[in-house]
């Protein structure tokens, strides 16, 4: 052989492994990004980061399900998680920014909530009182829900722009008006549209489908799905559990955006599933959970959920008066040994029905434990309709009871509210920190796949 082509042989010898070693780093620096936490150390130099080995067939595949059901609703959690630390305090906060729609004008005795209603509609015929609770607490405004009736001229419903009154309880003068829920960052509007948001992200109702209460309810149901795929990936190793509890926070960067998002899930792991089932719960209980859960108990019905109990309106039904209910419902509530009086009282005209809340006055949200008993009478006949006792009824019955309060964290009271917010906060934490991890390995794979495209160019100028 010539020297000429020994020359050349050995150049071209040269440039393969010079390629060689390229494509060894690159490999390399790639595994690092896309697994940058494993039991042994990258050869890149560049990383410090421990390397999961890329694990069984099934794992891959649950880390694809992870980044999928990730990235779906992360965004829809961000936002629920903070709007739900906030609503956790949704009175007080409401009360704080709007104080003359919270606090009563006038000092004096208070008219009973049955005649401030009465004074409501004789001074505006155009309303009808939905709720209201029985008696004010003092010093404070009583708020009432209204809903417009029909004009028998046109037949078609007045035209209001609110649904909620604040009725000063001395004199029976509304002092405040709003639109409960409605989309404004007015600060008498606020703290309703953050709740509204939480759960509906204030999208509309169409065609009997309530979008964003069906929306969010989906995400719960993912959410829940993936809390369990991402438990699974969080402990590749039961050797190195200790890894999966750490926070590296002297690391800094990357290392501890992975650790909050992956530690700091493990270490609320509990509470995640808790607030993500319940969140389903509320959402889509009559579709969904109430089936469900009716096939492992019987479920107690109820005119809510069960709209085959309630009887047809018939020609010349006449409602009965609140006072009349209110006199069923304290029989009633003697006849159950029930602690606490009448507290509130709605009408669902759309199921021509009473429901009756038990509680001391102010104690309308259920401060504690699994809320206030409620019964249900037909409005023409006051025949009873159900009862929803806390604490009463079948496994089923208690497990739906139990939803709202879990949800709230008010079934342990203010502890339980306060580690709500923090959860919220959680939350929204794994979201943000779930969505950077996922935005940094796409763009290591987009420069990875640009350095593959060059190498294979630069392969072909070599041949």
């Given at each position: 052989?010539?020297?000429?082509?020994?020359?050349?042989?050995?150049?071209?010898?040269?440039?393969?492994?010079?390629?060689?070693?390229?494509?060894?780093?690159?490999?390399?620096?790639?595994?690092?990004?896309?697994?940058?936490?494993?039991?042994?150390?990258?050869?890149?130099?560049?990383s410090?980061?421990?390397?999961?080995?890329?694990?069984?067939?099934?794992?891959?595949q649950?880390?694809?399900?992870?980044?999928?059901?990730?990235?779906?609703?992360?965004?829809?959690?961000?936002?629920?998680?903070?709007?739900?630390?906030?609503?956790?305090?949704?009175?007080?906060?409401?009360?704080?920014?709007?104080p003359?729609?919270?606090?009563?004008?006038?000092?004096?005795?208070?008219?009973?909530?049955?005649?401030?209603?009465?004074?409501v509609?004789?001074?505006?015929?155009?309303?009808?009182?939905?709720?209201?609770?029985?008696?004010?607490?003092?010093?404070?405004?009583?708020?009432?829900?209204?809903?417009?009736?029909?004009?028998?001229a046109?037949?078609?419903?007045?035209?209001?722009?609110?649904?909620?009154?604040?009725?000063?309880?001395?004199?029976?003068?509304?002092?405040?008006?709003?639109?409960?829920?409605?989309?404004?960052?007015?600060?008498?509007?606020?703290?309703?549209?953050?709740?509204?948001?939480?759960?509906?992200?204030?999208?509309?109702?169409?065609?009997?489908?309530?979008?964003?209460?069906?929306?969010?309810?989906?995400?719960?149901?993912?959410?829940?799905?993936?809390?369990?795929?991402?438990l699974?990936?969080?402990?590749?190793?039961?050797?190195?559990?200790?890894?999966?509890?750490?926070?590296?926070?002297?690391?800094?960067?990357?290392?501890?955006?992975?650790?909050?998002?992956?530690?700091?899930?493990?270490?609320?792991?509990?509470?995640?599933?808790?607030?993500?089932?319940?969140?389903?719960?509320?959402?889509?209980?009559?579709?969904?959970?109430?089936?469900?859960?009716?096939?492992?108990?019987?479920?107690?019905?109820?005119?809510?959920?069960?709209?085959?109990?309630?009887?047809?309106?018939?020609?010349?039904?006449?409602?009965?008066?609140?006072?009349?209910?209110?006199?069923?419902?304290?029989?009633?509530?003697?006849?159950?040994?029930?602690?606490?009086?009448?507290?509130?009282?709605?009408?669902?005209?759309?199921?021509?029905?009473?429901?009756?809340?038990?509680?001391?006055?102010?104690?309308?949200?259920?401060?504690?434990?699994?809320?206030?008993?409620w019964?249900?009478?037909?409005?023409a006949?006051?025949?009873?309709?159900?009862?929803?006792?806390?604490?009463?009824?079948?496994?089923?019955?208690?497990?739906?009871?139990?939803?709202?309060?879990?949800?709230?964290?008010?079934?342990?009271?203010i502890?339980?509210?306060?580690?709500?917010?923090?959860?919220?906060?959680?939350?929204?934490?794994?979201?943000?920190?779930?969505?950077?991890?996922?935005?940094?390995?796409?763009?290591?794979?987009?420069?990875?796949?640009?350095?593959?495209?060059?190498?294979?160019?630069?392969g072909?100028?070599?041949?």
């Open positions: 052989m010539g020297r000429r082509a020994m020359l050349e042989r050995h150049s071209v010898g040269s440039t393969v492994l010079r390629l060689r070693k390229t494509c060894n780093r690159w490999h390399d620096s790639l595994r690092c990004e896309q697994f940058p936490f494993t039991q042994n150390r990258c050869r890149d130099s560049s410090e980061l421990p390397l999961y080995p890329s694990g069984s067939r099934m794992r891959q649950l880390i694809r399900l992870h980044r999928w059901f990730g990235v779906a609703t992360a965004l829809f959690l961000f936002v629920a998680g903070l709007t739900g630390a906030i609503i956790a305090w949704d009175h007080e906060l409401d009360a704080a920014l709007n003359s729609f919270f606090k009563a004008r006038t000092a004096g005795p208070a008219l009973s909530g049955l005649e401030l209603a009465r004074r509609e004789a001074a505006d015929p155009r309303l009808q009182v939905t709720y209201l609770p029985l008696a004010a607490e003092p010093g404070r405004t009583l708020q009432m829900m209204v809903l417009p009736r029909t004009n028998p046109t037949k078609q419903p007045y035209t209001l722009d609110f649904n909620q009154i604040a009725v000063d309880p001395a004199t029976g003068e509304i002092q405040g008006r709003r639109e409960w829920g409605a989309v404004s960052l007015a600060r008498l509007n606020l703290i309703p549209f953050i709740y509204k948001l939480h759960y509906t992200l204030h999208l509309p109702f169409t065609g009997g489908v309530d979008i964003g209460v069906w929306l969010m309810g989906i995400v719960g149901i993912v959410w829940l799905f993936d809390s369990v795929i991402a699974w990936l969080s402990f590749p190793s039961l050797k190195a559990w200790r890894k999966s509890f750490a926070f590296r926070f002297g690391r800094g960067g990357y290392a501890l955006t992975f650790d909050l998002h992956r530690s700091g899930g493990v270490w609320i792991w509990g509470l995640l599933v808790i607030v993500a089932l319940t969140s389903v719960s509320m959402n889509l209980a009559a579709p969904v959970v109430r089936p469900i859960v009716s096939l492992f108990s019987t479920l107690t019905p109820d005119p809510i959920n069960n709209p085959e109990i309630l009887r047809a309106p018939q020609p010349g039904d006449q409602v009965l008066s609140r006072e009349r209910i209110v006199q069923l419902a304290e029989a009633a509530g003697k006849a159950r040994n029930l602690n606490a009086p009448p507290g509130g009282l709605y009408y669902a005209e759309f199921l021509h029905a009473y429901g009756v809340g038990f509680y001391a006055t102010g104690n309308d949200h259920g401060d504690i434990g699994l809320g206030n008993p019964m249900y009478w037909d409005a006949t006051g025949k009873p309709l159900g009862a929803q006792i806390p604490g009463k009824g079948t496994a089923g019955d208690i497990f739906m009871q139990v939803q709202y309060p879990l949800h709230s964290g008010r079934i342990l009271g502890g339980g509210r306060i580690l709500i917010s923090a959860v919220g906060i959680a939350v929204a934490v794994l979201s943000a920190t779930g969505l950077l991890i996922w935005l940094k390995k796409l763009n290591a794979r987009r420069r990875s796949a640009q350095n593959a495209s060059r190498m294979r160019d630069g072909r100028s070599v041949a």
